[in-house]
């Protein structure tokens, strides 16, 4: 993109209203006063996060906070540490062995707790198992699970050894976990018969069996029998029994010592064309940026009760579900299932029944929800919410006001947080005493660096759109692609020296950051270029409307012009007359140059698998293309 089309991308904003936090939420905040916090972590970032570093406990010291080589960083360079003994041992330690870690729940109210000295003993007894296998510090395993509390055990088992585990969501099919189990030459996988969704049981291990065939690095499939079928009994050795692994292996397993770069786990993430990306994070950085991202963003305390709805197939489940909420030693709730089975106001239900006080969600589900009504989540007692969070997608105002209002019935602050795979934890977002503007995530978190820039990486001024960079390394920064470095050269040396995570923004006069979208989801009309998640929110903001995906159809005269596939809340007709008022929403919010020419009603929009909207898919359709890799499509 050219600067000339870069100043075109200028979108004037109608959003700018700032809410403030409530006042008991200010006062119980670990911070307060982030201005003058971020100015003393910027000013001397190493001593910063050896300050946080020395929160955790360390088998030996760092030499030195951080070694910088640009594009590649170490940090906490020659420490020492195990994530696990941080995330468990520690705390039994300090005497809160007893204290619930999750409380794991199912759709049909099934539940299943378990303490942090449970968890211990089964991590413990399942890495004997894994060395029992043969398995060391350095091999890969893959794990296909459920969301569940036998899922978590299997990624502490591996960080437990040093065993780099590269999860894969238990919703991607064959082809997809084919490439990453041959990506990251797994020696074993960890999966279970089966998962549960919308009250069926989904099988994996026939999938998992399915691909693995012909692939001969895989020795072992361990796999967790949920209905004691004897599965792995029948199909001989290469198949071992999850529990019977856990029950002969009982007692302890000393701790790994990891050096701080050692690698931790690897996580596959798709970029915009061909082959995913193997994000590689290691042990120390990733640690103390998580736990204390997670301390701040989320203002934990020792007694509150956490609920992040992602599933631990993905980065925030990573860093948000396991690691950093075990690092802080707070009790999570865990929830196999989707959102609107057996009724869509069971996370509701959940929130009032486990008094949860901090809740993680992603926009798609808040806006799918919104769609049933205020009369659901009314039904419930949300009073032991304080933190509201969003993440993965911008959220726009008509969703951020819903989830302000009617789950956090103005008395919580949402937290927008900004991140990727790739960043490993929170890049922006606001801390819970800071006032909020909805529809814009906020500020760059302790120790961060942003700017919006061109293309050659000079700094636009503000309400510009351009591109996000990070001007400096962070301790839980991705530290290479697997097996493929050249991809992750490119993150830090196409705009100057910045990280450039390949979305656009812009910066108020007040340094909030407004998410547009991926760079390369743009469309460029007349020259103007317009992001398709700004257009899909102001057409979500009409009434009638609950979710819009838009793509840039050629034209003639403007290069491009806009199409949007909308669905309508239950029980409005698609009427020619409902078309020009969603035009008009639009005009009202973005302009003219931002209307959508054509508009098609549908059912349902094409999505990954994490809920993000594949416009290429639609556009494909649309013109008649090749779509290309569906791996990620959920229908
Ligand atoms: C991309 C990263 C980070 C965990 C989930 C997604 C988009 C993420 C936000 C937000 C606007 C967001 C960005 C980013 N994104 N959070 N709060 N507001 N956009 O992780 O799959 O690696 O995707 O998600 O476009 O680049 P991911």
Redesign the pocket.
Known sequence: MDKKKLENLEVHLKVDEKIYPPKEIVERAWIKDYETVYKKSIEDREVFWSEVAKELEWFEPWDKVLEWEHPYAKWFVNGKTNITYNALDRHIKNGKGDKIAYIYVDEEGNEEKITYKELLEKVEALANGLKSLGLKKGDRVSIYMPNSIEAIASMLACARLGIIHSVVFAGFSEGALRMRIEDAQARAVITATYTKRRGKKIPLLPTVEKTIDGLDNVEKVIVWDRDKEGVAKDRGNKFVDFNSLIEENRGNCPPEIMNAEDPLFILY??GTTGKPKGVLHTTSGYMVYTYYTAKIVFDLHDEDIYWCT?DIG???GHSYIVYAPLVNGITSVIMEGVPTYPHPGIWWEYVDKYKVNVFYT?PTAIRMLMKYGDEIPAKYDLSSLRILG??????NPEAWHWYYENIGRKRCVIV????????GGHI??TIPSYPMKPGK?GKPFFGIEVAIVDKNGEELPPNTVGYLVIKNPWPSMMRNCWGQPERYKKYWTEIKNYYN???LASIDEEGYIM?V??ADDVISVAGHRIGTMEVESAIVEHPDVVEAAVIGKPDEVKGERIKAFVILKEGVKPSDELKKEIQKTVREILGPIAIPEEIEFVEKLPKTR?G?IMRRVLRAKELGMEIGDLSTLDD
Do not use: F, L, M, N
């Open positions: 993430t798709s992602a993905w980065i925030t992603a969003s993440v993965g997608e911008p959220i927008d947080t900004w991140w990727q795979t790739e960043t922006i977002t995530a995570p390949d979305d998410i979208g991926r994490s993000k």
